[in-house]
């Protein structure tokens, strides 16, 4: 297995820039009247500003272009994860950057955060992964990496996308019985009278396991096989 993860994780490192350019949001949320400098300035001073970095130089040939370098850096100093004390510090210690390198250097920082998280076992950062989406998600894929390492490739993505997320999906996993099988954690019948029909009546095995209707839904605790838990070729059963 740790072969296999290793051959993963190269392969999840070759993959990740080529993702990285398909990255939008905020990176790439430059005003909609922005000349072709202006969204230069705008995406050079969120690449700093995730960075921890900043090039006063550039921040001052940009201010002719509505000040976009600067707009950005604010945003992007904050998505970065650091605090306002630490922004005006980078702010007061500027250096001459080489831009076009720092969108890689923001994607493998994203990705070497993910991996170490993953690795030692923390919770899957959501703010993180958030911000690190405009760098090819490269903090999912580098906390998939790490946690592959020691656990299995099902537990990892419980563990990222949480049970709310994960169990509906993935019914059969053992992991997901006991959530299932609460009610507290299923969402209050579903009330519909759109004439293009409800939910339960399109999936009624997936409106079960996400929603508490026991006039519908009529189950053994939580399932319709009386010997097990849900079965893909079993349907929760109607009363």
Known sequence: MYISALVALAILVIMIPVASVFAGGPRLDYPSD????????WVDGYDAGFAGKYDK???????QENDEYNRSWGYACRDGGYMPDECESFKNNPSNLQHQMLQEENRRSCYDKGFE?????LAFNKDRNSACYEYGS??????????????TDDSCELIIEGHEVYCPDNPDDPACTEFLHNTTNKKPAEICNSPGGCFKDQDAEKYCLNYNDPTF???????????????????????
């Open 117 to 121: 998280d993953g690795n030692s076992s």
């Open 34 to 41: 922005s000349t072709s400098e202006g969204a230069d300035c």
């Open 138 to 151: 490269a903090y999912r894929y580098g906390f998939t990496a790490g946690c592959e390492l020691e656990n």
């Open 217 to 239: 839904c009529k189950t053994v605790g939580d399932i319709c096989d009386a010997g097990g838990f849900v079965k893909p070729e079993d349907a929760y059963c109607r009363v």
């Open 57 to 63: 130089a550039r921040a001052d040939r940009c201010a």
